[in-house]
């Protein structure tokens, strides 16, 4: 089954209560799959900058390939390679161009391939997954206060009022070369996948994001406002964005040798 006719997807992007422009952007296409979401930083429009520049040139880089023909090994050799580029595109206009100096953004992203997800992640954007009454987190941040965490200086219950939140360890356009962590899991139907800037997590707690994913699932346009909605009510200091996709049918490719094959020939 073509993957627009299997997954429902939705996205949303708001500036919050606090900032005067938005440095997320989000970009969703059904029939590949494919789901991206980068939450900018820098001067003064950088972050957008850096934003928009990840979400067009991945968006456009992979829309020119069939996802849906390579082998899971192929399709993340591809998302290395793009999102390198991308990464060195970034930096070099940082450098380039005085007004761009410092600029970088988070990524967080997703391919839905032949009944498996892949998420690509680079600083603190998350990814998590419902699934029959439960919530996970797909990602771990790469940000200090993760590190902070992980060492055992702080709880996760102390890292809630820390003043190192929004400080990551890893972001696209800050080196000429990232480290990009990518991990594939097996989906299943009814599943629903959320992808996050940290205007989100770190405004709503879990148990509030499942709460609303568990009493709005039939409708995802619903979640997702209501998702923003909350982040907005409790203080809304940062971006926000979501992108939810719910898994409606099996995505397996029955076809996937010969359009290999055919791939090959061409």
């Known amino acids: 089954m073509d993957p627009s006719d299997a997954l429902e997807i939705f996205a949303l992007t708001d500036p919050g209560q606090v900032r005067s422009h ?3 952007a989000v970009f969703a ?3 590949q799959g494919l789901v991206i979401l980068a939450d900018g930083m820098g001067g003064y429009n950088a972050g957008e900058v850096a934003s928009g520049m990840t979400v067009t040139l991945l968006a456009d880089s992979l829309g020119r390939q069939d996802l849906r023909c390579m082998s899971g090994a192929a399709l993340e050799q591809l998302l290395r390679t793009e999102i390198q580029a991308v990464n060195q595109a970034i930096h070099q206009a940082a450098d380039s161009q005085p007004q761009y100096a410092g600029m970088g953004t988070t990524l967080v992203m997703g391919v839905f391939h032949a009944d498996r997800l892949l998420v690509g992640h680079v600083g603190d954007s998350r990814c998590y997954r419902w ?3 439960n919530l ?4 771990r941040d790469h940000s200090l206060l993760q590190e902070q965490i992980d060492s055992g200086l702080l709880s996760p219950a102390e890292a809630r009022y820390s003043q190192n939140r929004n400080l990551v360890t890893r972001a696209l356009g800050v080196e000429s070369v990232v480290e990009v962590e990518l991990t594939g899991y097996d989906v299943a139907v009814g599943d629903i996948y959320l992808f996050c ?3 989100l997590n770190d405004m ?5 994001i499942a709460l609303t994913l568990q009493t709005l699932a039939a409708n995802l346009p619903l979640a997702g406002g209501q998702l923003v909605q909350l982040a907005n009510d409790n203080g809304g200091r ?3 964005s979501v992108i939810l996709v719910k898994v409606k049918a099996s995505f397996k490719e029955s076809g996937s040798w010969w359009r290999q094959w055919l791939a090959w020939l061409k």
């Open 29 to 31: 296409n059904p029939g």
């Open 197 to 199: 800037s940290d205007g």
């Open 131 to 133: 699934r029959q009454g």
């Open 204 to 208: 709503v707690e879990d148990e509030d």
């Open 22 to 24: 938005n440095e997320d």
């Open 238 to 240: 940062d971006n926000v």
């Open 136 to 139: 996970a987190c797909l990602t």
